[in-house]
Nanobody
Framework: QVQLVESGGGLVQTGDSLRLSCAAS????????VGWFRQAPGKEREFVAA????????YYADSVKGRFTISRDNAKNTLYLQMNSLKPEDTALYYC???????????WGQGTQVTVSS
């Protein structure tokens, strides 16, 4: 069983930065592509960023490209999301996810709330 536990969310102002972390249990963290998704109130969950097993390839939604950076530390079984220049539209519940076969999400974290005030 895999557990993903996010942390680092909070209430910030426009232009501020936050770093989210996702601690994964299990010994196979480094074998999988992992990523971040978010869901704002009244909206569908959307892709934010993903990173491959070795960390050499990263992928971003257009809305966060240039402001967010995804990274991972396989030795610590931890995934990160550095979020800079935050905007009110970044307000959402942010989820960590493991991508299994066909890059479909097979495990979700419980989410961490990010609120950006204007």
């Amino acid at each position: 069983q895999v557990q993903l536990v996010e942390s680092g969310g909070g209430l910030v102002q426009t232009g501020d930065s936050l770093r989210l972390s996702c601690a994964a249990s299990g010994r196979t963290f480094s074998d999988y592509t992992v990523g971040w998704f978010r869901q704002a109130p009244g909206k569908e969950r959307e892709f934010v960023a993903a990173i491959n097993t070795g960390g050499g390839s990263t992928y971003y939604a257009d809305s966060v490209k240039g402001r967010f950076t995804i990274s991972r530390d396989n030795a610590k079984n931890t995934l990160y999301l550095q979020m800079n220049s935050l905007k009110p539209e970044d307000t959402a519940l942010y989820y960590c996810a493991r991508l299994g076969s066909w890059y479909l999400v097979d495990y979700w974290g419980q989410g961490t709330q990010v609120t950006v005030s204007s």
